[in-house]
């Protein structure tokens, strides 16, 4: 039998990419294998964008070499996304025991390429860019009730740290009517809550002049009557006050915004390409929240950019500080070959760099702490994802901000009965990283 498993790394666009290699392979007749050792076709689709996550793929399929030393042969080991994209053949000079490698844009090439390889023919197949959007393969979804829905794909932005715009291209749009479509299709099949993804996501339509562009998006997505929709990621440059408009008025678009922010110093920002300054950046703050008072608000942060003084650093914690952020994701600065930071001389040395990075790490904590305690004695509309990781009598839930809630399944029920539903959550206690809850009168 012809089994598969995919790891995937990296972003929500490689969620969706391996959700629909899935599809493809069991429109091939393959089945989901559990681990490694059921499977008879291997999957990585890998992330380029830091050198840990980089490293740290090339070292698991160096390892998987046992796997075909140790008796099993014709295991087919495949490598796509964006490393598969950046390195090409050259994958194949470095790891002997790879038999595909494939990249962002021919996903579809999979089931051929595992074929050749299975016939003996280990090739790697990567494309300069294509027309097709992953949205037109088949899917196999993670959960029934989420659906990943691409708008855009690439990047023209060019931040000067970033790899993304060479493994993914230059920024293409989806057809309006398309994206429309597939949601409509999607609330049919009973999903209840769409993410429109994208690199640059609100920049969606710019590329495609005379045409609609992100406010007008979402609102034609909420007409079709799903239930929730999110978006990522939005960049701070193009985030309109049509979106904010949006955001305020239709009741679908969940209230929860992530705006990488990723530095707090107007000379860091510039060097990093990023377009805007922190000032414009309070005032689009400033003007969310007029519009929707209590919005959630995630961003992305840079430690150790080259030229990165005490100074600039100290810009970003108090950035950091005055949006008081309800969560942020933090990241040491890892030189990309070929984007044009890679080039500055000016490194800031590594225990300079995790030294502010664990004190930002500290002020993180805390304002998500303060955010998570903020939200007790709430009652909110929750969507329940299933069992937790941990504990199969514990339910993960998501509340409209985004904030992962615990819930412990009711005595006598099973956690199956409530996953993929939504359910009116009461807060009841806060920790950093996660509230816990409990069914509020109202639940099923
Ligand atoms: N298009 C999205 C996602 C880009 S990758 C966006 O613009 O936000 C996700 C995050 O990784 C970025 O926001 C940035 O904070 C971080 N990142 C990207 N390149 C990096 C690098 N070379 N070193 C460290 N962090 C990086
Ligand atoms: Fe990378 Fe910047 Fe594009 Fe995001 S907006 S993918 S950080 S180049
Ligand atoms: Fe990584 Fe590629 Fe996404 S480099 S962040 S998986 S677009």
């Not at 964008?49 to 042969?73: C, F, H, N, W």
């Not at 490698?101 to 494309?127: K, Q």
């Not at 609609?212 to 609102?219: I, S, T």
Request: net charge negative; hydrophobic share 40%; charged share 25%.
């Amino acid at each position: 039998m012809n089994r598969y498993i995919i790891h995937t790394f990296g972003c929500q666009m490689n969620k969706h990419d391996s959700e629909r290699m899935a599809g493809l392979l069991e429109s091939h007749g393959y089945t989901a294998a559990r681990s490694d050792d059921e499977a008879d076709v291997i999957v990585f689709n890998t992330c380029a964008v830091r050198e840990t996550a980089d490293d740290r793929m090339y070292g698991q399929v160096a390892s998987l070499k046992a796997i075909k030393t140790g008796g099993r042969p014709d295991v087919i080991i495949a490598v796509g996304g964006c490393v598969g994209q950046r390195d090409g053949e050259e994958m194949l000079r470095r790891l002997p025991h790879v038999d595909v490698v494939f990249g962002t844009h021919n996903i579809a090439d999979l089931p051929s390429l595992i074929e050749a390889a299975a016939a003996g023919r280990p090739t790697a197949r990567v494309l300069d860019g294509t027309e097709a959007f992953a949205s037109d393969l088949p899917t196999v979804r993670e959960h029934p009730w989420h659906a990943w829905v691409p708008i855009t794909v690439g990047c023209d932005n060019h931040c000067a740290y970033c790899i993304v715009p060479a493994v993914r291209g230059p920024e293409r749009s989806r057809v309006f009517e398309d994206i429309v479509a597939e949601v409509s299709g999607l609330v049919a099949e009973g999903v209840l809550e769409v993410t429109l993804l994208g690199q640059n996501v609100n920049s969606y339509g710019r590329d495609r002049y005379g045409q609609p562009r992100f406010a007008e998006l979402l609102r034609a997505v909420a007409h079709t009557g799903i239930p929730r929709i999110r978006f990522a990621t939005s960049h701070p440059k193009d985030l309109s006050d049509d979106t904010i408009d949006a955001l305020a008025s239709v009741p679908s678009l969940m209230p929860y915004l992530h705006l990488p922010v990723q530095h707090g110093s107007n000379a860091i920002l510039a060097a990093m390409n990023r377009r805007y300054t922190r000032e414009n950046y309070f005032e689009r703050i400033d003007r969310l929240r007029g519009a929707v008072p209590g919005i959630a608000l995630s961003t992305d942060i840079i430690v150790g950019f080259p030229g990165e003084t005490d100074e600039d650093f100290e810009q970003t914690m108090g950035l950091v500080n005055r949006v008081g952020f309800d969560h942020a994701f933090t990241f040491i600065y890892s030189p990309r070959e070929g984007t044009p930071a890679a080039s500055l001389t000016e490194t800031v040395p590594r225990e300079v760099s995790q030294m502010r990075f664990d004190r930002l790490a500290e002020l993180v904590r805390d304002l998500s702490f303060a955010s998570n305690r903020r939200a007790v004695g709430r009652v909110d509309q929750c969507l329940i994802e299933g069992a937790s990781r941990r504990d199969p009598r514990v339910l993960s839930a998501r509340t409209p901000h985004n904030r992962l809630v615990h819930v412990p399944v009711p005595v006598d029920r099973s956690a199956s009965l409530y996953a993929g539903s939504i359910q009116p959550i009461r807060i009841t206690g806060a920790h950093p990283w996660f509230l816990t809850g409990e069914f509020a009168s109202g639940a099923v």
